[in-house]
Structures are given as C-alpha cells and as structure tokens.
C-alpha cells in the first residue's frame, strides 16, 4: 500500500462511521427513555402512593366524634 491510498481510505469510511455512530446514539437515547417510561408506567401502575389522608382538624374532629343528625 503507498502512503497516497493509505491516507485516502480511512477518509472513504469516515462519514459512514459516523453515520453509524449516529445511528447508535439515536438508538440508545430511544432505548432510554422507553425505559424511563415503562418504569414511570410501572410504579404509577403499581407502586403510587395512596392519597394523603385529610389531616386537618376540622376533619379528624368529624372523624372521631361525628354529630348525630337524628
């Protein structure tokens, strides 16, 4: 190989290498954020927590002496 096709060819493979180096990134960024949403799916699905119980003092007042109506 002489120096002139030696220097020429890895410039032949240069755009299609980061071609594919693009389309990796494209890729794996997509892999990621299905991840992100099929666990956000998940614990919502699954694992979100109960709503927060009225605590104010009004509300537990009702809740531990209700007021007969009858």
Do not use: Q
Not at 14 to 41: C, M, Q
């Amino acid at each position: 190989m002489t120096p002139a096709t030696r220097s020429s060819a890895p410039s032949g493979h240069a755009p299609a290498a980061r071609r594919d180096l693009r389309r990796l990134a494209v890729e794996l960024v997509g892999v990621v954020l299905v991840k992100i949403a099929l666990l956000l799916l998940v614990y919502y699905a699954f694992f979100a927590p109960y709503p927060r119980p009225d605590t104010r003092p009004a509300a537990i007042e009702r809740t531990l002496a209700p007021s007969s109506g009858s």
